[in-house]
């Protein structure tokens, strides 16, 4: 198994500019979720989603949508990218079976915005 | 409300010192789940334990412990004997029943440095 994926690892974007963000797991989890990071601050929950079709909002929602079409894909999307939204952004996944407390994260992308 | 405290931003210490890195937590959930990742400085989080509100034994790991006090509202994070190796962020987080364990909550993170 890869595990959970992330693409692309590094992004420079321009004020206004949109993008996804791309995310993929499979090891057939329900739960995926998206991270953002800043310096310190840890880490804070965008929007996460518990199976195919289902999404909602965490601590910080705004600026960014998802959809949840299938289990292993979860695209973040950024509508018009803003400088506040420089950050590392994380996906994790849980099982809903076993081990299904434990998140588990991906490589990251790194993401400037101009 | 859920929060994680790492009050200790960063800890520099020499190879084989003893280091412990402090947790506190606040929720009002009786069922929650803690949490230590680990993020080395090539930037991926590697999770390392977990420890459900109803188990408040001490666990051993190799070179990690970890001692959780319900008491304290405390989870600490202890390195026997540091490497270089064990060099990078640390960081405490939280999920609880009211939630639906989908939300964790992080602490700020304490970066360790460990010296030669």
């Known amino acids: 198994n890869a595990g959970v994926t992330q693409t692309p690892k590094f992004q420079v974007l321009k004020t206004g500019q949109s993008m996804t963000l791309q995310c993929a797991q499979d090891?057939?989890?329900?739960?995926m979720s998206w991270y953002r990071q800043d310096p310190g601050m840890g880490l804070r929950l965008i929007h996460y989603?518990?199976?195919?079709?289902?999404?909602d909002q965490g601590e910080v929602p705004n600026g960014y949508n998802v959809s949840r079409s299938t289990t292993e894909d979860f695209p973040l999307r950024l509508l018009s990218a803003a400088p506040s939204q420089t950050s590392v952004y994380f996906c994790a996944s849980r099982n809903s079976a076993a081990d299904q407390e434990t998140q588990y994260f991906g490589p990251g992308t790194r993401l400037l915005v101009l | 409300a859920q929060k994680v405290t790492q009050a200790q931003t960063e800890i520099s210490v020499v190879e084989k010192e003893d280091v412990t890195l402090d947790c506190v937590y606040e929720?009002?959930?009786?069922?929650?789940?803690l949490f230590w990742y680990k993020q080395p400085p090539s930037g991926e989080l590697v999770f390392l334990i977990r420890?459900?509100?109803?188990?408040?034994q001490n666990e051993i790991s190799g070179r990690y412990s970890w001692n959780f006090q319900k008491s304290t509202s405390s989870f600490n994070f202890t390195i026997t004997a540091s490497q270089v190796v064990d060099s990078a962020v640390y960081f405490c987080a939280l999920s609880g029943f009211s939630g639906g364990y989908n939300k964790l909550i992080f602490g700020a993170g304490t970066r360790l440095a460990v010296h030669p």
């Open positions: 989603s518990v199976g195919a079709g289902i999404t």
């Open positions: 090891m057939n989890h329900e739960y």
């Open positions: 929720t009002r959930d009786t069922t929650y789940y």
């Open positions: 420890r459900n509100s109803f188990d408040e």
